[in-house]
């Protein structure tokens, strides 16, 4: 993964905050929204791409855009460099590779262990029975 090119290709916009605040809230824009295009991004091969497209689905918009949003601090700049760190791990995360399960088969002594309980409970189960007349 290509960070430095990455965040070459980041686009901030800095929006107000939300919620409960006072004076300060309402005239500083302090809550950062970052937008990666992730089509157009020349960090990424194809196949790669590939990969995010499938994982990242349902939070990219329609234009094939990630958005991530930073509102954890007062300051804009604390929360660009937030967002970006949240892109960057989702962006890591989403590109490895789950390496296949290998199908595995119940050791000897295990099934072994199992057929003598098995064994054993069967016989418990025979000196319950009354005597037959035969």
């Known amino acids: 993964m290509n960070t430095g090119q990455i965040l070459n290709e980041i686009q901030f916009k800095a929006v107000r905050s939300g919620g409960a605040g006072g004076q300060h ?3 500083v824009s302090t809550k950062v929204i970052l937008m990666f295009d992730l089509m157009g991004s020349r960090a990424f091969s194809n196949e790669e ?3 995010l497209l499938q ?3 349902s939070r990219l918009t329609k234009n ?3 958005i991530v949003q930073a509102a954890d601090t007062r300051s804009q700049i604390k929360n660009r460099e ?13 590109l490895e590779v789950v390496a296949k399960r290998k199908k595995s088969k119940p050791p000897k002594k295990s099934k072994e262990k199992r057929l003598k309980l098995k064994q054993r409970q069967a016989e418990k189960k025979i ?4 005597p037959g007349l035969d």
């Open 64 to 66: 094939k855009l990630l």
């Open 55 to 57: 994982r990242l689905g």
């Open 25 to 27: 809230v309402n005239k």
């Open 127 to 130: 000196r319950r029975k009354k």
């Open 49 to 51: 791409k590939e990969r």
């Open 82 to 94: 937030i967002a970006q760190q949240r892109l960057l791990e989702l962006l890591e995360r989403k």
